[in-house]
């Protein structure tokens, strides 16, 4: 089980341990997804190392905006959130087996 770091959050996977963390993270074919200690999804990180924000509709669609995550807070800088994104990223990949569709 690989531990990811974003601002100084603890984000642990989807089937990890649930007491000891601000969130959990899933790994997609080319992203992770984040969510919050409640399981809502909160935002995502691209597979270019692109942090945005998700916001879940009534109707189920999400909205999707580069806004800072309020549960994650702003980064020192546009770099270092980048560099973190893409260290995230890089660890949770390479360890974690990723989620795929199934493909008919």
């Given at each position: 089980m690989t531990i990811i770091h974003l601002n100084g959050k603890s984000f642990v996977p989807?089937?990890?341990?649930?007491?000891?963390c601000f969130g959990y993270y899933q790994v997609l074919a080319r992203s992770l997804r984040l969510y919050d200690a409640d399981g809502a999804v909160i935002g995502a990180i691209s597979e270019h190392g692109v942090l945005y924000r998700m916001v879940r509709f009534g109707n189920g669609r999400f909205y999707f905006s580069y806004d800072p995550i309020p549960e994650i807070g702003e980064f020192s800088s546009p770099a270092m959130q980048r560099l973190e994104c893409l260290d995230a990223l890089r660890r949770a990949?390479?360890?974690?087996?990723?989620?795929?569709?199934?493909?008919?």
């Open positions: 989807l089937a990890g341990i649930r007491n000891e990949v390479t360890t974690e087996p990723p989620l795929r569709r199934n493909t008919i």
